[in-house]
């Protein structure tokens, strides 16, 4: 028994599912690039054996606990990790049985999908995942994790990656990125600058961020002009140390400003004091995208702007377990307005890259395409989080491609803390880019030829290009 269609995700439509199997089999085998994800690259520096069945699938994945968490499981039985000192469950087999049992509820959703091929290629699994093969499972895969071809490196070169990306806070050392060049291998993973928690005054321990900002680049980060070069200082470092092409800006708004030095200068006091309001809060974040794209224009590193989640919106979960725990929801967001400051500033620039992500897709085709349609320095990410799917790939490119076209967008990237599902999402993305164009060649808006050449641009030139790769 196969727990994938070889066919999946190509039309029904037998001519058309002809000509997007042809073209999804001309970059089946191109190698995966992933320019933006949270891999945790100690991975690749210890390359030891991933601890258990549970702590590769369920653990890590919000994407699978907040759907156990929807039909009220809590999150301490699946053995989340809780930052209040409470206990949770440590059991991995307890953990991957509750898990088993309630597979079910994936049905029909993108999570299924990548965890069936993860099954199936990655570990050989051909029987559906239940309570009743859970333990089969569980040994099968643990087994499997014991041997040398499926340590991190292993399954790294195994999965032909050509470069995977994590992200690291402004604070990072960098060690695990050091130690990984140090080791002498051969596999390519690099880092990205996420300055959150050093640009928020609403982020937890700002004051204190900052000041540990300076103490590491030896600026007087309380001042303006001192804390603006500490980022330069930072960003020169995770390029150096980590080899850095783009940094990454997780904001509750798209919202960008472009104060005068002395406007922003008092704002940012008023940051470190603590005495901010909301909006001089949301006000700060964006002059500091404004500045980070500048910075951008100095250094050559992408910018990329993950904006419109409502981060942590049930609060006792929050406080109990931390951020990233399945509780981050999206809203709508306004993208013409309030990228209309750094448009102004810094938009014409061919050399400046800023990438867009959202999880509005009503701005799909009324401010997205036409913003990207004509700014040099625009490009639009790849459906994001919630829309990481092929009917978000099919909404995303029917609604932004009659305007923005394919060149203006930035490829696909997963965006994941689940290495084995780095395959499965990048294998969707490429079945699904296949589908939409075998439907432009059926309908003569796109010449065969022509698709085939856009069907490995949206593999993998669009992303290198974007990411500075090349």
């Known amino acids: 028994m196969s727990l994938t269609d070889p066919d999946r995700l190509f039309p029904a439509e037998p001519g058309l599912r002809g000509l997007a199997r042809r073209l999804y089999e001309s970059v089946a085998d191109l190698p995966i690039v992933s320019p933006h994800g949270h891999c945790d690259p100690r991975w690749f520096a210890e390359n030891e054996r991933f601890p258990n069945p549970a702590e590769l699938f369920v653990i890590p994945d919000h994407y699978v606990f907040r759907m156990l968490v929807s039909q009220g499981i809590p999150l301490t039985d699946l053995g989340v990790p809780r930052v209040d000192g409470g206990e949770t469950e440590t059991d991995p087999r307890k953990i ?6 309630n597979f079910h509820l994936f049905r029909g959703t993108p999570s299924a999908m990548w965890l069936n091929h993860s099954f199936q290629f990655v570990f050989g699994l051909d029987k559906p995942l239940s309570a009743a093969t859970a333990d089969e499972y569980y040994e099968h895969i643990d087994a499997k994790l014991a041997t040398p071809d499926f340590t991190p490196r292993a399954l790294f070169e195994r999965f032909n990656i050509e470069v995977l990306s994590t992200t ?3 604070l990072d050392d960098l060690k695990w990125h050091k130690a990984i060049t140090a080791s002498g291998w051969g596999g390519k993973v690099i880092t990205t600058y996420r300055p959150d928690a050093a640009v928020d005054p609403e982020f937890e321990g700002f004051a204190g961020n900052v000041e540990q900002l300076g103490a590491l680049t030896g600026e007087d980060a309380a001042t303006w002009e001192g804390y603006l070069n500490a980022h330069r200082a930072r960003r020169a470092y995770f390029k150096e140390f980590g080899g850095a092409t783009a940094s990454d800006h997780g904001h509750p708004s798209a919202r ?4 005068s030095a002395a406007d922003a200068a008092a704002l ?3 940051a470190l004091a603590g005495t901010c309001t909301a909006e001089e809060a949301d006000a700060f974040r964006g002059q500091m995208l404004t500045e980070m794209a500048r910075m951008s224009l100095e250094d050559g590193l992408t910018l990329q702007i993950h904006a419109g989640s409502r981060r942590n919106h049930h609060k006792g979960v929050f406080e109990k377990h931390g951020r990233d725990k399945g509780f ?5 967001t306004d993208y013409v307005g309030s990228l209309s400051p750094l448009l102004n500033a810094v938009g014409m620039e061919p ?3 800023v990438l867009l992500f959202t999880l509005d897709e009503t701005v799909y085709s009324r401010e997205w395409a036409p913003l990207a349609g004509v700014y040099p320095c625009l490009r639009l990410g790849p459906p994001w989080w919630f829309h990481d799917s092929y009917e978000g790939i099919k909404r995303f490119r029917e609604a932004t491609t009659e305007t923005a076209g394919f060149y203006n967008t930035a490829g696909f990237n997963d965006d994941t803390r689940a290495f084995c599902s780095i395959p499965a999402r990048h294998d969707v993305a490429r079945r699904s880019d296949c589908s939409y164009l075998a439907g432009l060649v059926a309908t003569g808006r796109l010449g065969e030829a022509d698709a085939f050449e856009v069907a490995t641009d949206l593999t993998y030139n669009l992303a290198k290009d974007a990411y500075g790769l090349t």
């Open 256 to 259: 960008t400003e472009d104060l």
């Open 328 to 332: 981050d929801i999206p809203g709508r």
């Open 96 to 101: 991957w049985r509750l898990f088993a049992e």
């Open 351 to 353: 050399k400046l890259r």
């Open 168 to 170: 690291e806070g402004a």
């Open 268 to 270: 940012f006091q008023k």
